[in-house]
DNA sequence: TCAAAAGTGTTATCCTTACACCCATGT
DNA sequence: ACATGGGTGTAAGGATAACACTTTTGA
């Protein structure tokens, strides 16, 4: 029955998010000897472990000293290091279980290990428009991989689309537009044609002198897959936040309208209109004034705000339906 | 290093799901001798595997001589059969990645084991107006439960809000409106309630002659957290329904609109508005005629249409926002 | 007084929602 | 001819997306 063929370890990520000087940032760990960080991570063991979540929060709180508010699981990936065929035979296999983690900034307690998200997927900051190494070389080195894939019709799942096609609903060419949502589909088409360094790591693609120029302007590595539980939390966040008030686990408990934009256009990497922010808000009535006010350097002092929590009992979805502008 | 202590099994369970006589339906199994059912279901094997969802589709093929289509991950639980208490000792440890399938409903096969999805939560069925259940079963029963909970600030994770909050926003009381969406916080509140008989199977909740009576309402049982699987299912077809095209895995290659309608009604467990459902079907430009029509038994034949899948390259979300009439 | 940032008002447009009515066929 | 289901037109209301302008402060 339980033969030992089966049994498997199940390895536990987070990636733990919060803002730090208008910028999201992720908890980091070095791995042992190597230059490439890794998200704080470590292995389920069901007998000290009620749940995967329990046991996601006990590792994190033992390596970070850091206590987590709100959790979501995101992914289970059966391919840790993807490099199956090349693991030593008699190596231990494992599955990785990727978790999303918010918190708020904390100045008093040691920051180390706090790192700019854009720093592992530098693409997706759209904040001061679009980042010009889409142009100048990626989108002219997916564009070579794509050449070698004949394909045309396409099929229901996505993967199964032809790479030109994932391409241009990726990365937003040929008049279709970016969505800011797809920064998963973004890093494996970046993996799949060895333009991260994962890939050439794990061997799913062989080093070239060229391949490893360019990713050396892909971002910064990471351990095993956590660069993309990194992507698929991101994107999960962006999506979330459309539906659901996480924004307020990040952000301090009183804050000003515009830095509460500023949060949220950090994370979504885009640009947002103002006016109708404030009007969204509103009217979503998520924020309620706190009457106390703070002077910036210059310009006119800022209204506080707190979040309202009675809007969880109230709404069926509250969230910040951003209506993203152009520009 | 590799400690036994930490080694795990890890289960695949799949909601395959189709379209039998405008009922949804999913393909189920005999447990042993026991009279509940099971989801199709295996153990992942690192060795023969190389990826969760390749493991799972070769377990469903052995299973049941069915062809996967499209299949997409749900949510990894860590407390499979939920009373980790009461296990014996030197039990296995197991997780469980469940999973969402869909196919086509094939006539021609061996149809056994396919069972209507309303039978294991027949709450959510709302096509024929409100279930009566909820009224005189369901909402007494959870209200009761709810008293025992004397909590009242809303903290952030959904979770941790009081119990007559939940229940408030998972079954639409109190000016809340009914959000088809949340079958699993449904079925989270009625387990938590003892008012399933998974319940007290796994211990959660002790057995009353009281309790027993009222379980034989709520729906059929599964075995360990099957029907817990089928709710994420649930949930997550009817969300993704709305933005993405995955309505056309469970359709026949020619259908009517009318009968895509009723496909739609079926899994959202609502009634939708038919000229709006027509607009909306016509400018996200998801179908096109075939030219053929069809004769009914009565009435005027129907135009036939098929999939356009050249959406699948245009749009960034192609779905059917389907806005609920209320009725 | 001027720069800088906070904070409004207003409009054109599109999408949603609901109404009621006409059309083609079999019996 | 009439019952039955298929199929459309259109108008009210609301949400969105963009416009430009006023207000309050510190230096």
Known sequence: ????????????????VTIHKNNPVILCADYELSDVLSLPYGRFDPLKHRTLEAGLRLWVEAQTALRLGYVEQLYTFGDRGRAKSTAPAGDTH???????????????????????????????DWRNGKPALIDTLILPALREWAQGDKRSSPAYDLHLLPRLTRLRLAFGTDGIQWDEERVLERYELLYEAGLVREATIDG??????????LQRHTGRAMVFDHRRILATAIARLR???????????IMPDCFTLTALQETVEAISGRHLHKQNFRRLVENAELVEPTGASL????GRPAALYRFRRAVLEERPAPGLRVTLSQR
Request: glycine share 4%; hydrophobic share 45%.
């Open 239 to 249: 999506a979330k936040l459309k539906y659901r008030p996480v924004i307020f686990e």
């Open 94 to 124: 494992v599955i990785s279980v990727g978790y999303l983690a918010l918190t708020r900034f904390d100045a008093e307690q040691n920051n180390d290990g706090w790192r700019y998200w854009y720093d592992f997927l530098p693409w997706e």
């Open 295 to 298: 002077s910036q350097l210059r």
């Open 204 to 213: 799913t693609v062989s080093a070239t002198p060229q391949l490893e120029e």
């Open 1 to 16: 029955m339980a033969d030992i063929s089966s049994a498997v370890e199940v390895g536990l990520s987070a990636a733990i």
